[in-house]
């Protein structure tokens, strides 16, 4: 994509000559633009809001176990939001998506693990399940839009 617009086909599609490729509109722009920036702006904070249970949990809690492994799972978050933006395809884009949304379901595991041990409270766990449910909802909705739009 070296022409800087925005295609609404992966570079695999550009080389079948029977598939036509559409140049989005501005509007088509603004939209993507804003629901990469949606995505990228909750998956940061849910991952930075992971870090610091994480200090929490080592510090106060005295558990290393869970502590690292909602540590790595949620950090995880924040370096596939961040790789979303050096995407150079559709394909990868999806891949990474993918990937921010598994490590995002093993954060909740984790956290109702946490919850359930009892070192988090009531309002602790339902806030940061809420973002983990909204971040898991955004990145379905644009990885089946993506795929959608692959397959037409």
Same mark, same amino acid.
């Given at each position: 994509?070296?022409?800087?617009?925005?295609?609404?086909?992966?570079?695999?599609?550009?080389?079948?000559?029977?598939?036509?490729?559409?140049?989005?509109?501005?509007?088509?722009?603004?939209?993507?633009?804003?629901?990469?920036k949606i995505a990228c702006d909750r998956g940061m904070r849910l991952s930075k809001r992971?870090?610091?249970?994480? #200090? @929490? &949990?080592?510090?106060?809690?005295?558990?290393?176990? +869970?502590?690292?492994?909602?540590?790595?799972?949620? %950090?995880?978050?924040?370096?596939?939001?961040?790789?979303?933006?050096?995407?150079?395809?559709?394909?990868?884009?999806?891949?990474?998506?993918?990937?921010?949304?598994?490590?995002?379901?093993?954060?909740?595991?984790?956290?109702?693990?946490?919850?359930?041990?009892?070192?988090?409270?009531?309002? #602790? @766990? &339902?806030?940061?399940?809420?973002?983990?449910?909204? +971040?898991?909802?955004?990145?379905?909705?644009?990885? %089946?839009?993506?795929?959608?739009?692959?397959?037409?």
């Open positions: 994509m070296g022409t800087g617009t925005l295609l609404s086909r992966s570079r695999h599609k550009r080389a079948c000559p029977h598939v036509r490729l559409r140049v989005l509109n501005s509007y088509e722009k603004r939209k993507v633009l804003t629901m990469r992971i870090g610091k249970l994480h #200090t @929490y &949990l080592r510090d106060e809690a005295q558990e290393e176990y +869970l502590a690292e492994k909602i540590l790595k799972h949620g %950090s995880m978050i924040g370096a596939c939001m961040i790789r979303l933006g050096f995407s150079k395809d559709n394909a990868e884009y999806i891949d990474n998506l993918h990937d921010a949304m598994v490590n995002t379901v093993k954060t909740l595991r984790w956290l109702n693990i946490i919850y359930d041990r009892g070192f988090i409270e009531y309002q #602790t @766990y &339902l806030s940061l399940s809420r973002e983990c449910d909204e +971040l898991i909802n955004i990145l379905m909705r644009k990885t %089946s839009a993506l795929v959608d739009d692959l397959e037409m």
